[in-house]
C-alpha cells in the first residue's frame, strides 16, 4: 500500500464525506463557475492537509469530530485551492499536477477571480457557521503566505537571503498553512488554546521539514516532475547554496552569485553550481536541517497515547522527508 493510502486508513469514512461537502460547498448559480471548480475538483492533489485536521482532530479527542471539523477541512482546502490558481497566474504557469492551469484555459483574468471566489468562500464558511476561532487561524495563515511571497520576491532581486531570512521565508510561504491545518483540527473538536497552539507548531515543523526536502530536489536527479536546477534558473537562494556561500572563499562567493544572477539560463554553469554546492556540504547540511526538523515533531507526537490516529501522522511525518516527488 502507498504510504499516502495507508495515511487515510483511520480516516477513509471522514475523507469521503469531506469529499462531498467540498463539492457542494463548490456549486453556484454561474455556469462558467461551476465548469471551473468541477475542472478543479476533478483534478484534485492527494488531499495531505485534509487529512492533517482530521488525524489532528481524532488524535487530540481520542477519535471524537464534529461538523466543524469538516468544515474546517472545508476552509483549509478552498485557501490552498485559491492559492494555487493565483500562484499560476503570478508564475505564468499553464500545467498544474500534469494538467492545463486554470489560467491556461481560461485565462488570466478568469482564474484571479476564481481564485478571489475560492477565498470568499472559504471565509464565509466560517462566518456563517460563527466559527470565529477558525477563521483567525486559517486568516493569519493566507497573511503569513502572502508576506513570504514578498519577501522572496525582494530577496531574490539582491540574492541577499541569509539562513534566518531563508527559514523565515519557507515558515511563512509553505509550513503556516500544515500549522492551520492542525491547529484548525485541534481547535474544531474544542481543545484548549494550549493544545491547539501546540499543535499548530507540529503542523510548522513538518511545513518547513516538507519545504527542505522540495528545496532538496533541485540538487538531485530523481525523477520527480521538477528538472534539476529549477531552482536556481529562477534565482531562489535555497538553504543548500546559501549554506555553500557561507562556507567558501570570496572568490568561489563573487563566482556562484554571478552564476546565479546573470548566467542561470545555461545549462552548464547551473550544472557547475549544483555540483560545488554538493561538494561544498550543502546537501549534508540541509538533510541534518530537515531531520532536526522531524524530530522535533515526534516529540510532540510522543506527548499523545498511542492511536491508529497517531500512529497515521508518525507515517505522514516520515513520507514528508523520505518522499520521492
Known sequence: MKPVELIKQPIL??????????????????PLLNRITHYIVRRKGKQMRPMFVFLVAKMVSGGRFEERTYRGASIIELIHTATLV???????????????????????KIAVLVGDFLLSKGLLLSIDNNDFDILKL????????????????????RL??????????????TATLIAACCGIGAASVESS?????????????????????DDLFDYTDAHIGKPTGIDIKEQK??????????????????????????????KQRVKEVI???????????????????????????????????????????????DRKI
Open 13 to 30: 469514512k471522514e475523507m469521503e464525506l469531506f469529499e462531498s461537502k467540498f463539492k457542494e460547498s463548490m456549486i453556484t448559480k454561474v
Open 86 to 108: 493565483h500562484d499560476d497566474v503570478v508564475d505564468d504557469s499553464n500545467r498544474r499536477r500534469g494538467f492545463f492551469s486554470v489560467n491556461a484555459l481560461w485565462k488570466n
Open 138 to 157: 486559517i486568516s493569519v495563515a493566507v497573511r503569513e503566505m502572502s508576506e513570504g511571497e514578498l519577501l522572496q520576491i525582494e530577496k531574490a532581486r
Open 160 to 173: 541577499d537571503i541569509t539562513e534566518d531570512i531563508y527559514f523565515e521565508i519557507i515558515r511563512q510561504k
Open 193 to 213: 488554546a494550549e493544545e491547539i497552539e501546540k499543535m499548530r507548531k507540529f503542523g510548522e515543523l513538518i511545513g518547513l521539514a516538507f519545504q527542505i526536502k
Open 237 to 266: 537562494m535555497t538553504l543548500p547554496l546559501i549554506y555553500a556561500l557561507n562556507n567558501c572563499s570570496d572568490k568561489e562567493k563573487k563566482w556562484l552569485i554571478n552564476s546565479v544572477k546573470n548566467h542561470n539560463k545555461n
Open 275 to 321: 555540483e560545488f554546492v554538493k561538494a561544498s556540504g550543502g546537501i549534508e547540511y540541509t538533510t541534518e536541517q530537515m531531520k532536526n526538523y522531524q524530530s522535533q515533531a515526534f516529540e510532540i507526537l510522543n506527548s499523545y497515547p498511542d492511536s491508529k490516529y497517531k500512529e497515521s501522522l508518525v507515517t505522514m511525518v516520515n513520507y514528508v522527508v
